[in-house]
């Protein structure tokens, strides 16, 4: 039987003196794409920061593991060169770093290798064209000036560079128009394969209208109340979160 790439185990983690979540559990296997939905402030975001062990959180209970590895307090970088990779809902701005240079670091630092600058190039032109990105932004400061749409299609262009084991997506489809979501989840499926994994995280639909996933998990008040399909994404889209309020 398959080992989960990811397991989540009871997890209970608190922001200050408040619980946010209160007994997660999640199971994610090589070759899947999960989706986490739930209205605004349910813990979403901040389950995506547990995994990552965001300093901002501390975990009361319950523990993550890894590729068979127990991660739970492991540091936030070690856990990046473990292979786990995540976008942000609000992508940072580095003045004076251009992309290329910040892609060619941080593909040294999880690889541990010198970046091959001729093949690194060539693969970043053939990314750029297939997510339909201006090629003179490469050269430009990291997100500086950069439209929303840009800065969700640079974190996708960093997954795809970086190719992690699991990519952890968190609101990648916040505030695109619908070709911008069509071309972000080209990107997704370029980087899905039987070796790794993705987890999306959303409070809406839109970006399951173009992409297929295998399981879609319901949070509501710091808990998963419910686990299903992609028909499930569909129910919450006519109906909304009401009935799984608790």
């Known amino acids: 039987m398959e080992e989960p790439l990811l397991q989540i185990k009871n997890l209970h983690v608190s922001a200050g003196d408040k619980e946010i979540l209160?007994?997660?559990?999640?199971?994610?296997?090589?070759?899947?794409i999960h989706v986490i939905m739930g209205p605004n402030g349910s813990g979403k975001t901040t389950t995506?920061?547990?995994?990552?062990?965001?300093?901002?959180?501390?975990?009361?209970?319950?523990?993550?593991?890894?590729?068979?590895?127990?991660?739970?307090?492991?540091?936030?970088?070690?856990?990046?060169?473990?292979?786990?990779?995540?976008?942000?809902q609000l992508p940072e701005e580095i003045p004076g770093v251009s992309v290329t240079n910040f892609l060619k670091y941080a593909k040294n630092k999880v690889t541990g290798k010198p970046v091959k600058v001729f093949e690194f190039k060539d693969e970043l032109k053939k990314y750029m064209e297939a997510l339909n990105m201006n090629p003179k932004?490469?050269?430009?400061?990291?997100?500086?000036?950069?439209?929303?749409?840009?800065?969700?299609?640079?974190?996708?262009?960093?997954m795809l560079v970086l190719n992690p084991k699991l990519a952890?997506?968190?609101?990648?489809?916040?505030?695109?128009?619908?070709?911008?979501?069509?071309?972000?989840?080209?990107?997704?499926e370029m980087f899905k394969n039987d070796q790794n994994a993705v987890l999306i995280i959303t409070h809406n639909t839109k970006i399951?209208?173009?992409l297929k996933v295998d399981f879609v998990h319901v949070l509501v008040n710091g808990q998963i109340?419910?686990?299903?399909?992609?028909?499930?994404?569909?129910?919450?889209?006519?109906?909304g979160y009401a009935r799984y309020k608790i």
């Open 48 to 88: 995506a920061n547990a995994i990552l062990n965001h300093p901002s959180y501390t975990k009361q209970e319950g523990n993550i593991i890894f590729k068979n590895e127990d991660i739970t307090h492991s540091k936030t970088d070690e856990i990046a060169r473990k292979g786990i990779f995540m976008s942000f």
């Open 137 to 158: 932004n490469i050269e430009r400061s990291l997100n500086v000036g950069f439209s929303g749409g840009e800065k969700k299609k640079n974190e996708i262009l960093q």
């Open 168 to 188: 952890i997506l968190d609101e990648t489809d916040s505030g695109l128009d619908v070709d911008a979501i069509k071309t972000v989840s080209k990107g997704i």
């Open 22 to 32: 209160k007994g997660i559990n999640l199971q994610i296997k090589s070759g899947e």
């Open 225 to 239: 109340v419910k686990t299903g399909t992609q028909e499930l994404a569909k129910e919450i889209e006519e109906n």
């Open 208 to 210: 399951l209208h173009s």
